[in-house]
């Protein structure tokens, strides 16, 4: 073996042993880069390795497995796959072209002003590209949390791209006359409208205390806020 092609060897194989060991920190700080999301801890390699994840508002939301998919790398895309089986939660971050979440799994707390609860997600995507929605799907349920306005009801929907924005419309199970509307667009922004379909006028002043304005079905309320550090704002 001449020396050229013994110095090429030499040189594929410390870059395989580098991409092999690569820390998973490599990943986690571009996780950070975008503001949703916050590591508290990491340890590991990008193929193999764990991440304690916090929303940028401080929430704990577990202890996650987390690694890259090598084929999803040989195409050109960022793929992380995300499991804590303890929650039995597990998602697929994309970074590449298309952005955002697919394959989402397990429950998630939900806590925006007046709409605090439970939300068990089954395989939704919330994928954008050129922020734009570009693919939605799976089903969500939401359980508001002791909200005596919503009846205690449990919320069910399917999420669709719709004038380029991602939207789950969940109405209530049982029926009746309330619906929560969310609303997320590329740039990040969440919106939940909750609307409530009454004439009862111990609910409507209940409502009106609460911050709801009236509409011509009812009263109505829309909460913002950004996948961020930012605080929520909330209009009626």
């Not at 090429?8 to 999301?37: F, N, Q, S, W």
């Not at 949390?145 to 009846?151: A, F, H, I, K, R």
């Not at 009106?208 to 909330?234: C, H, I, N, P």
């Amino acid at each position: 073996m001449n020396t050229r092609i013994l110095i090429a060897v030499l040189a594929g194989l410390t870059a395989v042993m580098i991409a092999a060991l690569a820390p998973v920190t490599l990943l986690t700080g571009r996780l950070a880069e975008g503001g949703a999301l916050r590591v508290s801890e990491a340890s590991g390699t990008v193929w193999r390795g764990r991440a304690s994840l916090a929303t940028a508002q401080g929430r704990r939301l577990g202890t996650f497995q987390v690694g890259l998919s090598p084929l999803a790398l040989l195409a050109g895309e960022v793929r992380l796959h995300a499991t804590d089986k303890a929650a039995a939660r597990a998602f697929v971050l994309r970074l590449g072209r298309d952005k955002g979440l697919e394959g989402l799994k397990g429950a998630i707390s939900l806590e925006l002003a007046q709409l605090a609860g439970r939300i068990e997600a089954r395989d939704v995507d919330a994928l954008f590209r050129d922020g734009r929605c570009r693919r939605a799907g799976g089903q969500i349920r939401f359980r508001p949390t002791q909200d005596p306005l919503l009846g205690g009801a449990t919320f069910a929907g399917t999420p669709a791209c719709v004038g380029g924005d991602w939207v789950a419309r969940l109405t209530p199970t049982g029926g009746g006359g309330a619906a929560i509307t969310l609303r997320a667009d590329g740039a990040g922004r969440l919106q939940a409208e909750i609307a409530v379909a009454t004439a009862d006028p111990v609910l409507v002043q209940a409502a009106l205390d609460q911050g709801f304005a009236r509409d011509a079905a009812g009263v109505r309320r829309v909460v913002s806020t950004r996948l961020s550090a930012e605080k929520a704002v909330q209009r009626p």
